[in-house]
């Protein structure tokens, strides 16, 4: 059973900085594709930030390119996304997925995913 267990949100002022991580079990974890993705009330899941986890590849959406990094950590099956220079519009519920398919370029779309993190919140003020 794949479990995607996510940690790190909060409240920050406009400016400051988090790290979220996302852990993962029973899951394939050299082979695939992780992901961050993000919903704010009201809005769609867009995808944030993807890392292909065997040969450590990302992708970042516009709005947080120079802002958002995503990692991975093999030995603790553990992605991060160290988010800087946070604004309110990043405020959103972060969820953390997993692919056991090849998403070639539907890298952002959620329905690639088929394991997902319970979400952790993610509140920037100004």
């Known amino acids: 059973q794949v479990q995607l267990v996510e940690s790190g949100g909060g409240s920050v002022q406009a400016g400051g900085s988090l790290r979220l991580s996302c852990a993962a079990s029973g899951y394939t974890y050299s082979s695939n594709c992780m992901g961050w993705f993000r919903q704010a009330p009201g809005k769609e899941r867009e995808g944030v930030a993807v890392?292909?986890?065997?040969?450590?590849?990302?992708d970042y959406a516009d709005s947080v390119k120079g802002r958002f990094t995503i990692s991975q950590d093999n030995a603790k099956n553990t992605v991060y996304l160290q988010m800087n220079n946070l604004k309110p519009e990043d405020t959103a519920m972060y969820y953390c997925a997993a692919s056991s398919n090849w998403v070639g370029s539907q890298y952002f779309n959620p329905r690639r995913y088929n394991y997902w993190g319970q979400g952790t919140q993610v509140t920037v003020s100004t």
């Open positions: 890392i292909y986890t065997g040969g450590g590849g990302t």
